[in-house]
């Protein structure tokens, strides 16, 4: 089997790309990639490749973030379960300023979004169990650690995402807007 990826750019927000990776099955079940770096690098700068994985667990109508940085491109797929996955335009000087766009990504479809610099990650877990959040981030120098990155509230007017919810659980991170 071919590592093939169906490579789309966002329509609404430029240089957001929806990642589609194909599968193979059989009676034994079934196999797929979530990884190419010849596929998936040449996406981003020259300069850059992954340097960094991570996941999350998160419960039943959990809501993380609206966060993002100014170096940081990010992989994100939900291994299992589901997530509402949110990606915000925070660039001041872009046209689609604050303009969000939400995909649902899980365990079945399969979808990865590859989030750039200067736009904002969120995601809600509207499955009814558990939701497995994988994140893969490439940037120059050290890492974007909380402190260092920005912030808005879930439910900035501003950017008025039509959440599935009106309560979610949240941190208090994600309940004021913080700009770096």
């Given at each position: 089997m071919a590592i093939e990826f169906d490579i789309q750019e966002s329509k609404i927000l430029k240089g957001v790309f929806i990642i589609t990776p194909n599968s193979f099955k059989d009676l034994r079940g079934e196999i797929w990639s979530v990884f190419s770096s010849k596929d998936i690098e040449n996406l981003l700068p020259s300069n850059l490749k992954f340097v960094l994985d991570k996941f999350t667990l998160s419960k039943h109508n959990v809501l993380r973030g609206i966060h993002g940085d100014h170096k940081s491109w990010k992989l994100v797929t939900c291994v299992y379960g589901e997530v509402h996955q949110v990606v915000v335009d925070c660039r001041k000087d872009s046209p689609t300023?604050?303009?969000?766009?939400?995909?649902?990504?899980?365990?079945?479809?399969r979808k990865l979004i590859l989030i750039p610099p200067?736009?904002?990650?969120?995601?809600?877990?509207?499955?009814?169990?558990?939701?497995?959040?994988?994140?893969?981030?490439?940037?120059?120098?050290?890492?974007?650690?909380?402190?260092?990155?920005?912030?808005?509230?879930?439910?900035?007017?501003?950017?008025?995402?039509?959440?599935?919810t009106n309560n979610p659980i949240l941190s208090d991170r994600d309940i004021f807007k913080k700009e770096n």
């Open positions: 300023y604050l303009k969000w766009e939400r995909f649902i990504i899980n365990e079945n479809n200067y736009f904002g990650n969120a995601q809600y877990v509207s499955s009814k169990n558990d939701a497995l959040y994988y994140y893969k981030w490439a940037y120059d120098g050290e890492y974007v650690d909380a402190k260092d990155q920005f912030t808005y509230a879930w439910n900035d007017s501003k950017i008025a995402i039509d959440w599935p």
